[in-house]
């Protein structure tokens, strides 16, 4: 089967470093006093375990020898009281530390979508859907856990160590040095694993998205895979996918899963050797020297303290899984979020004042691809008021016209004028808010019919979006559904006709009264009956705004006050309808032929 773009994995643009990592913490700086004082919380968590292991030695050592019960039972509460403490203080500590971690997370997962927001039409353009969406949701969910608890955890970890490491040398720095004698054997085996794990979880990264964008794809496109009974074939499809992904999760886990029980066994031979070098290396020379033998609470409290030395390392080990599967996540993130951001206002943009609607092409040159031109040298003027119809074969490039002026794409050469404003000058929200743009296919988000249609316009009164339905004859279907206007419609309008979206989307562009209109294809779902009876909606919507139409149906364009043929990365043909139908050119053969 020939290879797809979803079984193709994402190359990073740039492998992760340390600044990765920085960024990250970032994030962490906005919430340091909620942090210092987990880190507090830790320290009196860990203090706190620290002093059972001594006193559970004093007590083996001189209370019971000395049959003290009164010096037991203090210490035995003492002991339950620290117990109590540690956990206590850890719970905390795990409280305060989630919901700062679930804040970074919100504040990552805010800047991301507002960043996308801002990603030109080119972004969206050369990317699946479902491997920018994956990004927004399954990434950031899957490095919560690193900002929730890792990197304090990591911090915390590591004072636990130096603590632990404190404590043991002032028990017997002898037993100590059995216990540091295992860090090497865990330092080569860390150094083994780590690299191969980082590139196991990159491929999971890989793998996730793959599959994440094919789905996508596949449940918006589900109609014409049942259209066309290509059921089989995309099951195939995904079945390979799926069986990438579980391959590469379980090479992933094989390396995860390999970090604990190493780090055990070391651990385990560790505590062993601190009962065979303090009993046979220690004490039993002391006994046969006739010295004091009093060793085995301290044999006791280094084996508790070596315990909870190697479980930082256990858990350090286990973080390291946590880091490292969050940081090819985190390489992800941080790629989109350096996107650059193609059109974007100017550090010295203006706001675009209320216009008339004179529009400019000054030698307007523009490509999608380098070496690609789709216009060339292109310069025309329309009036405000003026009503312009771009027709000509499909790909010319009558949509980019219209794309260009509400500058989606930024230009390679010449320049777009509106009022004698350069638009590369204006603020973008400024110049596309004095614009609409009804589209052949009409978007309905998921909400009610009365949130779609004041979509651009939120400050508009209930009664004026009625009336703006009314205008374009939606208004009595409106009103006979179950709830009106209230009505819930689903996602993309599922339930709707081609046609009744493209009235809502009629009575939308109505209601944010723009003084540049554009009407790429908008009648195309709408039966020629209904585009008779909205011809009078069509005038009024026309009326004192500088509009351009673009129609494959030329009958729906006959009345504007000029059309342009556009082909050749340009303009070949211009004039009123029946002054190109004289010219007996392009315009008159693709007329004539719609008409015979």
């Not at 043929?565 to 070949?572: E, H, R």
Request: proline share 2%.
């Amino acid at each position: 089967m020939a290879r797809n773009k979803f079984d193709i994995d994402e190359e990073l643009e740039s492998p992760f470093d340390i600044r990765h990592l920085k960024r990250a913490l970032i994030y962490a700086g906005k919430y340091k006093k909620r942090i210092a004082f987990g880190v507090f919380l830790s320290l009196i968590s860990i203090v706190s375990g620290l002093l059972v292991p001594l006193i559970a030695r004093h007590s083996i050592d001189v209370a019971i020898p000395d049959k003290d019960i009164s010096l037991v039972l203090k210490l035995g509460g003492i002991m339950v009281a620290a117990i109590f403490a540690g956990v206590f203080f850890a719970q905390k500590r795990s409280i305060v530390m989630t919901k700062v971690g679930q804040d970074i997370i919100y504040d990552i997962r805010e800047d991301l979508f507002e960043h996308l927001q801002k990603l030109s039409f080119e972004y969206y353009d050369n990317r699946p859907h479902g491997k920018i969406l994956v990004r927004l949701v399954n990434y950031i969910n899957n490095v919560s856990e690193l900002m929730t608890n890792g990197i304090i955890n990591f911090v915390m970890e590591i004072l636990n160590l130096l603590f632990i490491a404190g404590f043991m040398f002032a028990v017997s720095w002898k037993l100590t040095l059995v216990v540091l004698g295992g860090l090497p054997i865990f330092l080569v085996m860390i150094i083994f694993i780590k690299n191969k794990q980082r590139k196991a979880w990159q491929a999971v990264s890989n793998k996730t998205s793959n599959m994440n964008a094919y789905l996508h794809e596949s449940i918006v496109g589900v109609k014409i895979t049942q259209i066309f009974a290509r059921e089989r074939e995309n099951e195939e499809i995904f079945d390979q996918l799926s069986k990438s992904y579980r391959k590469d999760w379980m090479s992933a886990v094989k390396f995860s899963l390999l970090v604990w029980p190493s780090v055990d066994n070391i651990a385990n031979i560790v505590r062993g050797s601190i009962f065979v070098v303090g009993l046979v290396f220690i004490a039993a020379p002391l006994a046969k020297n006739g010295g004091d033998i009093a060793i085995l609470g301290t044999i006791s409290a280094m084996s508790m303290y070596s315990w909870r030395f190697w479980q930082p390392l256990i858990n350090l080990s286990n973080l390291m899984n946590t880091f490292i599967t969050a940081v090819a996540y985190l390489e992800r993130i941080f790629e989109t979020l350096d996107e650059p951001i193609a059109v974007a206002d100017k550090l010295d943009a203006t706001e675009l004042t209320q216009i008339k609607g004179a529009v400019v092409f000054d030698n307007v040159t523009f490509s999608y691809e380098k070496d690609a031109n789709i216009l060339e040298n292109l310069s025309f003027g329309v009036k405000p008021g003026e009503s312009v119809a771009l027709v000509g074969p499909t790909g010319a490039g009558k949509t980019t016209i219209v794309s260009l002026i509400s500058r989606f794409y930024d230009l390679n050469g010449g320049k777009i004028l509106i009022d004698n404003n350069d638009i590369s000058n204006v603020t973008l929200s400024s110049l596309r808010r004095q614009m609409g743009i009804m589209l052949q296919d009409s978007f309905i988000f998921s909400g009610t019919v009365m949130f779609n249609i004041k979509y651009g316009n939120r400050a508009a009164t209930d009664e004026e979006a009625i009336r703006a339905c009314e205008i374009v004859g939606i208004d009595e279907f409106i009103k006979g559904l179950k709830n009106g206007y209230n009505t819930e419609i689903k996602e993309r309008g599922a339930g709707l006709s081609a046609g009744q979206k493209q009235l809502i989307a009629f009575a939308r562009t109505i209601l944010a009264n723009p003084r540049i209109l554009v009407l790429d294809e908008a009648t195309s779902s709408i039966d020629a009956k209904t585009e008779r009876n909205m011809q009078k909606s069509l005038n009024y919507l026309l009326k004192g705004r500088t509009s351009f139409i673009i129609a494959h149906r030329l009958s729906t364009v006959r009345n504007c006050d000029r059309i342009m043929y556009i082909n050749d990365k340009g303009i070949t043909e211009c004039g009123t309808h029946d002054e190109l139908m004289a010219q007996k050119g392009d315009y008159f053969t693709l007329y004539t032929a719609q008409t015979l």
